[in-house]
Structure formats: C-alpha cells, structure tokens
C-alpha cells in the first residue's frame, strides 16, 4: 500500500474485554514496530518485528499483551482482559531498516479507550 | 535503552533558535528526528549514521556526535509550523537487530 495503514482508527470496549489492533505496513517492510502513546506522553516502544520473528519483546507491559507477524507482512497486537491503563494511541511503524539508513513511517494509530 | 532527550520542553518566539538534545547510554548505529504535531502520527525529519555526519532540512539541521553518543537537533529563525513534539530515535549497534527506540520527546512551541 501507499503507507502504514491502522485499523480500527478508533476503538472502545470495555473493561475485561479481549481487543485486536490490526497493522498493514508497506510493502516490502522487513521491519515492523509497534509503540504506545498515552495522552501527552512520548512513544513507548512495545515490540519490533524483524521479518515475522519478533527480536525484542521487552516493551510488552504485560502478559495480557501479544502480537504476532505473518507472512512478513500484516502484524496484529492483541490484548486480552484490557485494563483502564490499556487507554492509548497504538502506533505502528514499518521501515526497510538496513543498516539504520531509513526512515520508519508511522501510520495514524488505533485510539484505544477502555471503560 | 530508552534515548533521553533535553530539554522538556521550550518555548520560542518566532524567528529565534532552539536547540535539543538526545542521548543514549548505549552505542549508537544511527539517530533519526521525528516530528509529531497534535492527533498526527510522528513524521520523519532525517537520519544521521554514525561518523559524526550532519543533516539539514529547511532549516533544521543536525548534528551526531558518535563517541558521545549524543546528536543535537537544531532549528534556525524558527516557524510557526514548527511547533510540535520532536523525539529523537536511537538505533543501537547490537547485532543484527535494528531496533528503534524513541525519547520520551520535546515539546517545541513557537509563538507569534
């Protein structure tokens, strides 16, 4: 696709409740990352996809939170039992990162709201 | 790993100067900047690879300083259409994995 496409945009649930974050990165994107952002804070890094193995998983807060990478393509962040905490903006970005020479593109997010 | 990034944040007048920090604890592969303005997802600035080299784009330019570990981001006569978060991003020299971790970010408001 043209860019780093999120889906939902938006999302409410409730408290207890399983949610699915979807992320369809560019083509040809080895590099998969996805972060979180709460309301004025910075970006919290959450888990890196290098192809559809997953290097570093040390930013997933919890063990209710899961992602998964196929075909080197489409990545999804999944979150079981959410929590208020869980309320954020999910980025997630993808990148030919060779030799950290570029650039990632973010895509627009996923506004999680739990109530 | 997380890069830290200086100041918090700053508050400019139209057409004055800023300068802000990122640093890591860590060795560093390269240094990206973003820019993310409020509701937006973060928008690429530029990339310096290690070797001490410096980048510009309009008139922000940046500096990467590889033994310090350490790359400054500096922003000219600043623009209303600057304001917004930056965060440095730091790609750690650790094997085979490119790991881009971000600062906690700037907040840059220009006024009028």
């Known amino acids: 696709g043209a860019g780093v496409s999120q889906s939902p945009s938006n999302k409410v649930t409730e408290k207890g409740k399983d949610v699915e974050l979807r992320c369809d990165p560019i083509?040809?994107?080895?590099?998969l990352y996805w972060y979180r952002q709460s309301l004025g804070q910075g970006l919290e890094f959450l888990i890196y996809f290098q192809g559809n193995s997953a290097p570093d998983k040390s930013g997933l807060p919890s063990d209710r939170f899961s992602a998964e990478r196929t075909g080197g393509s489409v990545s999804t962040l999944t979150i079981q039992r959410t929590q208020q905490e869980d309320s954020a903006v999910y980025l997630c970005a993808s990148s030919s990162l060779r030799q950290g020479r570029t650039e990632a593109f973010f895509g627009q997010g996923t506004r999680l709201t739990v109530v | 790993q997380q890069p830290v990034q200086s100041p918090q944040a700053v508050i400019l007048r139209e057409g004055e100067d800023a300068v802000i920090n990122c640093s890591s604890s860590k060795a560093l592969y390269s240094v990206h900047w973003y820019r993310q303005k409020h509701g937006e997802a973060p928008v690429f600035l530029m990339i310096l690879l290690k070797g001490g080299e410096q980048k510009g784009h309009e008139k922000i330019s940046a500096s990467f300083n590889e033994k310090k570990q350490q790359s400054s981001l500096y922003l000219t006569a600043s623009q209303l259409s600057y304001s917004g978060t930056y965060f440095c991003?730091?790609?750690?020299?650790?094997?085979?994995?490119?790991?881009?971790?971000f600062g906690s970010g700037t907040q840059l408001t220009v006024l009028p």
């Open positions: 991003g730091t790609v750690i020299s650790s094997g085979s994995a490119r790991q881009l971790t």
């Open positions: 083509s040809g994107h080895t590099a």
